[in-house]
């Protein structure tokens, strides 16, 4: 007899980026999928992980993280935000941003309540809130700009609203949100008791002279938020998956009793290299806006003779791309299309939609060096 399992999950496939990855490597296709770059990550960093292994610190971290970490997220924190942050009780190390998010989700989220979310949103918000027994209300963000319809945002609110996540710079379409934009924010959820879920992993890619604006700046929405980053994005080693939340001590405790028994802990040598070289390159975010808007710019420039049609993104190292001036085939399979014909793997946009737009949009990662930018628009420009 064979078992049969009732899936919690039964909408949930594999991932695309799995799924655009595998195809990119069967056919040898240039990978601006899936988001990592190609490039290293700097010496100084990578020596000290080697120097922590190698020192024997190889066993389980503090279950928040490694204090000299806490302690050096708490400095940045203040810096960037001028929030005062307690290390203690306000920052919590977790194994990459997603485990952060889910710990969130988990945490918060009852059978019944209601999340809202803004589509096209990040695809592991709505599997986690479906496991806590929640719905996603997901409001669309319109083409071109993809901004919040904060209206729509006002009619969707109702006594089960939980939670809202948002997601600034956005993932896919590069948007940001503006300072009027967490105004209109804390109108809204001034006197309920709806809790917010900001994923700010790419806060320190926005260009163009534009500022990222945390929730952790606004008073009134920190008091209400988990605030998400990840080191993955920042030091250029999605693979380390190390991430934090920063939250006041009331959520930071409940997140620690998921975090806790979700994980226990982050990888200890990682933590330690990262708490050193944030000490011994405090300055290192602060030429990440340039470096990458350099890269945006690059990508571009050479997409510029191409049927693609598009607007340089404003933040994240994705750059949307309209071709419908090419195809009027469905994003799955022109994304497939394009790395299995053409060489370059993309990621479709309608998988992060509940109702998927007419327009169609392809997502190219530009985390890669000149040279990989360049060899992939040439083929682009051939199309
Ligand atoms: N949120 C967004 C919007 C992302 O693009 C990513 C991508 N990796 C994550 C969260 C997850 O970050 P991490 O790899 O640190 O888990
Ligand atoms: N965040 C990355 C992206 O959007 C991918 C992370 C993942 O593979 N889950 O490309």
């Known amino acids: 007899m ?4 009732n899936s919690k999950l039964p909408a949930v496939g594999t991932t695309i980026f799995t799924v655009i990855g595998e195809l990119a490597n069967r056919h040898q296709a240039i990978n601006l999928g899936q988001g990592f770059p190609d490039f290293s990550a700097p010496q100084a960093l990578l020596e000290r992980v080697d120097h922590h292994i190698r020192q ?7 279950m928040a993280g490694v204090a000299r970490l806490r302690e050096a997220i708490a400095a940045k924190i203040e810096q960037s935000y001028g929030r005062p942050v307690s290390a203690d009780r306000e920052v919590t190390v977790t194994p990459g941003a997603t485990v952060a998010l ?4 988990t945490a918060c989220v009852r059978p019944g309540d209601e999340v809202i979310v803004f589509d096209p949103a990040y695809d592991s918000y709505e599997p986690a809130i479906e496991l806590s027994g929640g719905r996603a209300v997901h409001l669309p963000l319109l083409p071109p700009a993809f901004a919040v319809d904060w209206q729509r945002v006002k009619d969707a609110i109702t006594p089960r609203t939980r939670m809202i996540i948002l997601n600034s710079p956005h993932n896919p379409t590069g948007a940001t949100l503006l300072a009027e934009d967490l105004a209109t924010l804390a109108e809204l959820v001034r006197d309920t008791d709806i809790l917010l879920l900001s994923d700010e992993v790419y806060e320190h890619l926005v260009y163009d002279g534009v500022t990222h604006q945390s929730l952790l700046q606004h008073d009134e929405l920190a008091a209400r938020a988990f605030v998400v980053f990840s080191f993955g994005k920042t030091y250029h080693v999605t693979g380390w998956k190390t991430g934090y939340c920063i939250a006041p001590a009331a959520l930071t405790a409940e997140l620690r ?4 028994y979700v994980t226990f802990v982050a990888v200890t040598p990682i933590q330690l290299a990262l708490a050193d070289f944030m000490q011994s390159c405090p300055q290192h975010h602060q030429q990440l806006a340039a470096f990458y808007q350099r890269k945006r710019d690059l990508f571009c420039e050479q997409m510029a003779g191409s049927r693609f049609h598009f607007s340089p993104a404003k933040g994240t190292f ?5 071709y419908s001036e090419i195809s009027d085939q469905e994003d799955l399979a022109m994304a497939e299309w394009l790395t299995r014909e053409q060489g370059v793997a993309a990621i479709p946009v309608s998988v992060f939609y509940e109702e998927p737009p007419a327009a169609r949009y392809v997502r190219f990662c530009f985390a890669k060096e000149d040279e990989t930018l360049i060899r992939a628009a040439e083929l682009l420009c051939r199309i």
Request: charge should be neutral.
């Open 102 to 105: 889910y710990c969130a989700i």
């Open 257 to 260: 009793k998921v975090h806790q």
């Open 318 to 322: 994705f750059q949307l791309m309209d």
């Open 56 to 62: 024997g610190h190889n066993q389980y971290a503090p």
């Open 2 to 5: 064979s078992i049969t399992i």
